[in-house]
């Protein structure tokens, strides 16, 4: 009962100070968020959920763009979707229904008893197949008004643009595969076994690959299926028989696709393991050697995960043969590509190597190879690279990569075999961010080739190059250095193509459509730049809004999603504020902007405004932040305030901050609402010694910022996750100056934190030294640095009460940080607290991320806003309790 009362406080705390209510529990729970938005071919239609917070069924809303029209849907899942030609809105409900939606006519229309649905994902939207409860499967011709009934089936599938389908029907213990020609109507069983895999489609929509499991001689073997359309049935392609097929080695579960052409078809093959042998004493060990590529741990989680080794392979239909393409050294590390462009003439793929001890020595680096799909001849065209992340030109002309040691675009001819440093007369320091690496510069990256793979365009941090890959004409900077001369980021907007592809987008007058941020104001908006001329680009619109901006701090869940209509010159993308709700926007040409939704759940509370501070660090440095003050904030009264940081976050100023319960991090607009100031100071780091950038920043912050008379200088706090949380750590070794701390998932001792093994049993070396932490020598190299910058050496200087929460099954910071630094501060009888969730990682969610927020509530109002402890906090909870008594109320004394 207690704990329920508890809770209620909070449901129903109201602001003496506002006549709006404080941000509860309900209210973050009932939030709506908007997911999963789509618009129609013609651009009249959105759809879109709205997502609950907690798991209850989503809501999905159908919207006209042209005129009032608004109809939603209760219990609908996760299929829908527009017909090709933009004729119909079609989904399936929780009841097996399917609701179809006329466009012309906008009437709604449902067919009972359908299990599922699909359309071709091409084509002119002339083909919708569902199978009803009964297992029947009807497929309508949209156009003709007809209906076919096919029988029962298990499954079926379209071909992109809808010529064909193929169903799967179940006959006891067998499955026939039947390929449909739906313009003659007429079908063929192609294939009958027990298993098979989903079908591949070849481009041509004539052919289908697949890989059906067959009993060999008492052995079920993996075959892989061949069927062109004419032939009789499907062919065996490769099995052990297969020319080229070596022995020991068997087909992997990946799926296969054909090149462009349809000629090869790609899979993979594995090495089939020995069966496992006990040894003569049985005992089972990890032996662990200095000449592993891999620590143990992480090669047992490799397999322990399923991932075993598996070899990129072709067969080339031509002459019926296989060829294994990548070989035991090779190790694609996302570097499996194949070059399209060129019909799939190469596989690029790199050597192995362990991507996380890339910078302890230059014999740890990897080899750039193509290997020809032809005739598996290998060309190394890269050697002893830190990072193989290269891919090739959309025409198949070139390879394309950033060499890290040479600070260096490179481009690969394949063809002429010839490699060209193509950065030219770009100054290094402008193709790259130099700023606090350890390990060498980070490229700002490429935006776009251009037709024919004539150019590439690549970003410095403000402008964007037209860059020869052929490294003979000079660079040219197409935005005329705007937007150096201006402090504004210009980089290339993209909308969600095909699959996983991201298109720029380029208008109807063939001009590039820029988005943009203002690195000083943070204003953000859109310019065009016209490709074929050197000049400023023409700002379309900016202002204290943001659209879109793919590389905003990452700290911020960025808008990405922008979407445009396949037939029209119409975008769907979001528009918010800190006082904005996000809601979805639609335009034509990125100057004005039509609201397709209207959600402001934030003016029925007590909200908040975000504004930019600048000052003056310890160093001398500009220092930026976001100050977050109440909506009802009063200059003449004095406000706690909480300080929160995480690399740099002042370019999410008009970022929208949902309110969430906290799921380690503070929730800004939780603790806002409820009267606080919370200040976000952005940090940069000094390489070899990370706590002094940590405490020039946040501590010249505090200071400035407790100068204000509406700031209680007496009661401020600081909470950080993860590596904020070390940063929290840290500040404490540091510094009295606040009244509070909290940390969560934070490290507290570096040199058995890069001694360790985390993040699902990766070394976490290289983490220290040349990720966030930036150490930049191993510890036995400047052990004082180590020392100085862990926390857990400097408790005696901490007087500031400290809340940690550290889970023992978080993969990423071992829970042995948190016990290290809570039983020091234990030991030497200074006020510490820690929290540990069972069955909880990095982050918290559920009941565990609500009884989190409500202990970090009282917490801080304890020791920022005088209000009484809870017992949990003044006598504790004794472990023969948990789970019985959380100790949410209020203490009245005494003892257990």
């Known amino acids: 009962m207690k704990h329920v009362l508890a809770v209620l406080l909070l449901y129903c705390n109201f602001s003496v100070f506002a006549q709006k209510p404080v941000l509860d529990t309900a209210a973050v729970r009932n939030w709506p968020k908007i997911d999963y938005e789509l618009i129609s071919n013609d ?121 064909v389908a193929l169903l799967q029907r179940v006959e006891g213990k067998m499955k026939t595969l039947e390929w449909v020609d739906l313009t003659t109507g007429k079908d063929r069983a192609i294939y009958k076994g027990e298993r098979f895999s989903e079908p591949k489609w070849a481009k041509q929509e004539d052919r289908v690959a697949f890989v059906a499991t067959r009993d060999e001689g008492g052995q079920t073997k993996d075959v892989l299926y061949l069927y062109k359309e004419g032939m009789d049935s499907a062919e065996v392609a490769v099995n052990e028989r297969t020319m080229g097929m070596e022995k020991g080695f068997v087909l992997g579960q990946e799926l296969p696709e054909f090149s462009p052409d349809g000629e090869k078809v790609f899979f993979h093959l594995r090495q089939v393991l020995l069966p496992a042998v006990p040894t003569a004493i049985g005992a089972s060990v990890d032996i662990w050697n200095y000449k592993d590529v891999f620590l143990q741990c992480d090669q047992l989680n490799n397999r322990e995960a399923g991932h075993l080794e598996t070899f990129k392979s072709v067969y080339n239909t031509s002459e019926r043969k296989v060829l294994r393409l990548e070989q035991e050294s090779d190790g694609s590390f996302g570097m499996e590509k194949l070059n399209q462009g060129n019909n799939d003439d190469y596989l690029l793929t790199a050597s192995q190597y362990n991507v996380g001890e890339v910078f302890f020595g230059s014999t740890n680096r990897t080899n750039l190879y193509l290997i020809s799909t032809k005739d598996g001849s290998r060309m190394a065209i890269a050697m002893r690279l830190l990072y193989p992340f290269a891919e090739f030109s959309p025409g198949g002309k070139y390879v394309f990569w950033y060499d890290h040691v040479k600070r260096a675009y490179i481009a690969y001819n394949i063809r002429l075999k010839t490699r060209r440093n193509i950065s030219g007369t770009i100054h290094v320091s402008l193709l790259n961010d130099q700023h606090e690496n350890t390990g060498g510069g980070y490229p700002y990256g490429s935006a776009l080739w251009l037709a024919g793979d004539s150019a590439i365009l690549l970003y410095d941090r403000y402008d964007i190059w037209k860059v020869d890959p052929e490294g003979i004409k000079p660079p040219v900077n197409l935005t005329n250095g705007f937007g150096r001369r201006h402090g504004i980021e210009l980089r290339c907007t993209y909308y969600q193509g095909k699959g996983e592809r991201k298109e720029a987008v380029i208008n109807g007058h063939g001009e590039l459509i820029l988005c943009a941020l203002n690195e000083r104001s943070k204003s953000n908006g859109f310019f065009s730049l016209n490709l074929e001329h050197i000049g400023n680009p023409v700002e379309l619109v900016m202002g204290r809004s943001l659209f879109y901006f793919p590389s905003l701090a990452t700290h911020w869940s960025s808008p990405q999603s922008l979407w445009k209509a396949k037939g029209a010159e119409k975008y769907l993308l979001r528009k918010m504020s800190a006082t904005e709700y996000p809601n979805l926007m639609v335009t034509e040409d990125f100057k004005s902007f039509t609201p397709t939704t209207t959600f402001q759940p934030q003016r029925q509370y007590n909200w908040l405004t975000s504004e930019l501070v600048l000052w003056k660090t310890f160093s001398g440095r500009d220092g930026a932040g976001i100050l977050y003050k109440p909506e009802n904030f009063d200059p003449k009264r004095r406000y706690p305030i909480l300080f929160y940081y995480y690399e740099q976050m002042s370019d999410g100023l008009n970022y929208y901050p949902f309110p969430a319960l906290c799921n380690g991090s503070i929730n800004i607009a939780w603790f806002v609402s409820r009267g606080y100031l919370v200040f976000c100071p952005d940090i940069h780091y000094v390489p070899g010694d990370v706590g002094a950038g940590i405490y020039d920043k946040v501590v010249s912050a505090a200071q400035m910022i407790r100068s204000k008379p509406w700031v209680d200088a007496e009661r401020m706090g600081i909470q950080g996750h993860s590596f904020s949380g070390y940063e929290t750590n840290y500040l404490v070794t540091r510094t009295g100056l606040f009244a509070a701390a909290a940390s969560s998932a934070g490290a507290s001792d570096l040199i058995s934190m890069s001694g360790g093994a985390g993040f699902a049993g990766c070394s976490t070396q290289s983490f220290v030294e040349f990720s966030q932490f930036r150490m930049a020598v191993p510890f036995w190299k400047n052990r004082e640095a180590y020392i100085r910058n862990s926390p857990v050496f400097q408790v005696k200087k901490i007087v500031t009460p400290l809340l940690i929460l550290q889970n023992k099954n978080d993969g990423a910071i071992p829970w042995g940080q948190g016990v290290e630094l809570f039983t020091a501060l234990r030991r030497l009888g200074k006020p510490v607290w820690m929290l540990q969730y069972d069955g909880q990682g990095h982050v918290l969610d559920g009941k565990s991320a609500l009884d989190y927020t409500i202990r970090l509530t009282q917490y801080f109002d304890h020791f920022l806003r005088g209000r009484a402890e809870p017992e949990w906090m003044s006598v504790g909870i004794p472990a023969r309790r948990k789970g019985i008594d959380d100790g949410l109320e209020i203490a009245n004394g005494g003892s257990r």
Not at 139 to 151: H, M, S
């Open 43 to 163: 651009g009249n239609y959105v759809a879109y959920y709205m997502v609950d917070p907690e798991g209850r069924p989503a809501e999905l809303c159908l919207q006209s763009t042209k005129d009032a029209f608004r109809v939603e849907f209760v219990h609908a899942r996760y299929d829908d979707c527009f017909t090709e030609d933009s004729r119909q809105f079609l989904f399936t409900t929780e009841g097996d229904s399917l609701c179809r939606v006329d466009l012309l006519t906008q009437k709604v229309s449902y067919m009972g008893q359908v299990l599922s649905y699909r359309v071709p994902q091409a084509g002119e939207g002339r083909w919708l197949g569902y199978v009803l409860a009964s297992g029947q499967l009807i497929v309508e011709d949209l156009f003709a008004g007809t209906r076919t009934n096919y029988g029962e089936v298990d499954k079926f599938s379209f071909s992109d643009e809808g010529k």
